[in-house]
């Protein structure tokens, strides 16, 4: 059965839907299914992986409604062993459309019981926001992805994510795991970047993933392009950095961390 990361942070220009792309495109290029589903009504991560916007075919937005299968909207991408579900501006309406159904946040998790055996990853992108979409994805997530920069600001609101991932654990989905938190747009030539990796560093443990993914032309250029950055440059710092990435997550799967990390973050 696959495994449903949720890449998540409420805060906006962390590098989360980038993280999502090209962690799944890493994935992929693994050989391994993996699936991306886009939950943000952006849809950056439906143009960044090839995909484009259309108005004429399924997409997130059906599947969460019931109007349409995972099968039926899923779309191939470059990458032979990648597909991604696209978003659709109407996401936004789903947020109200979905407060009258009594399992709500379950629509997302009920429609991956289909496919889940078809993949080994399904990487979920959330929109930077705790609301409806973003809880569909925590509760149908196995763990959550943070992506984080490396600022004073960085913890900032960091509390209310993991108290939402509390309480999902709590009411829907008690297996709900930390994944990691990984620094993104990182310049390891500051000495703040240095000591905020290092504050982080203390607040989550071994929670925070060795890989740190650098500021890198490339991975900034390669979605005006709708690929992911091993498509664009596979020889550059962003794209040799997502691949480590992939590679540190599915090893830390076989020896995950011990320890609650989300337990004693939200009562200490």
Known sequence: ???VIAVANQKGGVGKTTTAVNLAASFAAAEVNTLLIDCDPQSNSTSGSGAGRSDERHSTYDVLLGNATIDQAKLATDLPQLWVLPAHKNLIGA????????????????ALEAVRD?????????????????????V?????????????????????????????????NPGLAIEGVVLTMYDDRTNLAQQVSANLREYFGDRLLETT???????????????????YD?????????????KEIMERMENPPQ???????VLG
């Open 118 to 138: 078809q993949y080994e990853f399904i990487v979920l992108d959330c929109p930077p926001a705790l609301d409806l979409l973003t809880l569909n994805a925590l």
């Open 1 to 3: 059965m696959g495994r």
């Open 213 to 231: 993914i650098p500021r890198n032309i490339k991975v900034a250029e390669a979605p005006s392009f709708g690929k992911p950055v091993l498509l």
């Open 259 to 265: 320890g609650n990390f989300l337990a004693s973050a």
């Open 140 to 172: 149908a997530a196995d763990s959550v992805l943070i992506p984080m920069q490396a600022e004073y600001y960085a913890l900032e609101g960091i509390s209310q994510l993991m108290d939402t991932i509390e309480r999902v654990r709590e009411s829907f």
């Open 234 to 246: 596979v020889r550059s710092r962003g794209a040799e950095a997502y691949i480590r990435l992939a």
């Open 95 to 110: 947020n109200i459309e979905l407060v009258a159904e009594e399992d709500r946040a379950l629509c997302l998790r009920k």
